[in-house]
T-cell receptor, first 116, second 116 residues
Framework: QKEVEQDPGPLSVPEGAIVSLNCTYS??????FMWYRQYSRKGPELLMY????GNKEDGRFTAQVDKSSKYISLFIRDSQPSDSATYLC????????????????FGTGTLLAVQP | DVKVTQSSRYLVKRTGEKVFLECVQD?????MFWYRQDPGLGLRLIYF???????EKGDIPEGYSVSREKKERFSLILESASTNQTSMYLC???????????????FGPGTRLTVL
């Protein structure tokens, strides 16, 4: 079983729709939860992050974490054609090598297409 | 703005060739990462480096090596390229861990490598 599961889509919605993207995970040690957006032929860029359970809102985007269910969501309100991209969830685990850094475990990404 | 650049956007090599992929970041970050991204598999960590000349294996290091002679530059080396190394390669950098969610990774645009 993968540590992080994400529906690959593709997901096609009309402009103005509410989009819901989700990931489930198995490692209860994850503390930071992120959503990256990746446009075609570009590297991923951080969209939102949350720490532990709860909601975080940024404009049209809302990130939600439910640690008890090991489930995270990203909601996009009033979706726009410019939101068309692959959305990757990522979770952070600390790795130790003598020092420490946070390793990101990524979902496979969901391809979203917003139709004008 | 953090800038992470990669030496090539597209690269075509033959089986058995030695391949160098270079990554440069301009924000004096201590940690740098190399991932490969494949459909259905998401991003997988190959190697990371937490300081000059220091490196650690990620989840899939086989067939790869890395070099970090200067803080701003992290190279991925395919000693003898094989067809199963055809992939999108992404470099990322992140500052010294602070124990907060600002340990976000900044990605380069990626190098799409094809091995024939």
């Amino acid at each position: 079983q993968k540590e992080v599961e994400q529906d690959p889509g593709p997901l096609s919605v009309p402009e103005g729709a509410i989009v819901s993207l989700n990931c489930t995970y198995s490692n209860s040690a994850f503390q930071y939860f992120m959503w990256y957006r990746q446009y075609s032929r570009k590297g991923p860029e951080l969209l939102m992050y949350t720490y532990s359970s709860g909601n975080k809102e940024d404009g049209r985007f809302t990130a939600q974490v439910d640690k008890s269910s090991k489930y995270i969501s990203l909601f996009i309100r009033d979706s726009q054609p410019s939101d068309s991209a692959t959305y990757l969830c990522a979770m952070s685990a600390t790795i130790y090598y003598g020092g420490a850094t946070n390793k990101l475990i990524f979902g496979t990404g969901t391809l979203l297409a917003v139709q004008p | 703005d953090v800038k992470v650049t990669q030496s090539s956007r597209y690269l075509v090599k033959r089986t058995g060739e030695k391949v160098f992929l270079e990554c440069v970041q301009d924000m004096d970050h201590e940690n740098m990462f190399w991932y490969r991204q494949d459909p259905g598999l998401g991003l997988r960590l190959i190697y990371f480096s937490y300081d000059v000349k220091m490196k650690e294996k990620g989840d899939i290091p086989e067939g790869y090596s890395v070099s970090r002679e200067k803080k701003e530059r992290f190279s991925l080396i395919l000693e003898s390229a094989s067809t199963n190394q055809t992939s999108m390669y992404l470099c990322a950098s992140v500052p010294e861990p602070s124990g907060t969610s600002t340990d976000t990774q900044y990605f380069g645009p990626g190098t799409r490598l094809t091995v024939l």
